[in-house]
């Protein structure tokens, strides 16, 4: 799942989220929270916009099969990762909020990443004996 976000003012002055675009690849959930977090985001100010979260997301959709419930948490992670990615970018002071939510995301992510390397591995083994 990739957001997308294009960066503008608003008539204040206020950063806003212009425009949000996605990319995902994956089930009729995935894309369907991919699409609400777009709804959800555009045209609201960078940190009211990393302060959406999965309920927020279930909400809009009117809801998710329990199994499902991950998607929203995917679209939500994603969004702070783009507006992250952005501060970044534009060699920007990192609000400690959204370094908060950055590195636990980055923590989890390492988590599933050595995971499936794990499991990987194990499957190669059984697969070249």
């Keep these: 799942m990739w957001l997308y976000i294009k960066i503008a003012k608003d008539k204040a002055g206020a950063e806003i989220i212009k425009d949000i675009k996605f990319e995902t690849f994956g089930c009729?959930?995935?894309i369907a929270t991919s699409s609400a977090i777009t709804d959800l985001a555009k045209g609201k100010t960078l940190e009211a916009a990393v302060g959406i979260d999965k309920q927020?997301?279930?909400s809009e959709l009117g809801g998710l099969p329990p199994i499902k419930l991950h998607c929203s948490v995917l679209a939500a992670d994603a969004l702070v990762e783009?507006?992250?990615d952005y501060y970044t970018k534009q060699k920007r002071?990192?609000?400690a909020a959204l370094?908060?939510?950055h590195q636990r995301i980055k923590k989890e992510k390492d988590m599933v990443e050595e995971r499936y390397?794990?499991?990987t591995s194990k499957e190669e083994e059984i697969?070249?004996?």
């Design 28 to 30: 009729v959930a995935a």
């Design 56 to 58: 927020q997301i279930v």
């Design 82 to 84: 783009a507006v992250y």
């Design 93 to 95: 002071e990192i609000p």
């Design 99 to 101: 370094e908060q939510k």
């Design 117 to 119: 390397h794990e499991w």
């Design 127 to 129: 697969h070249n004996k």
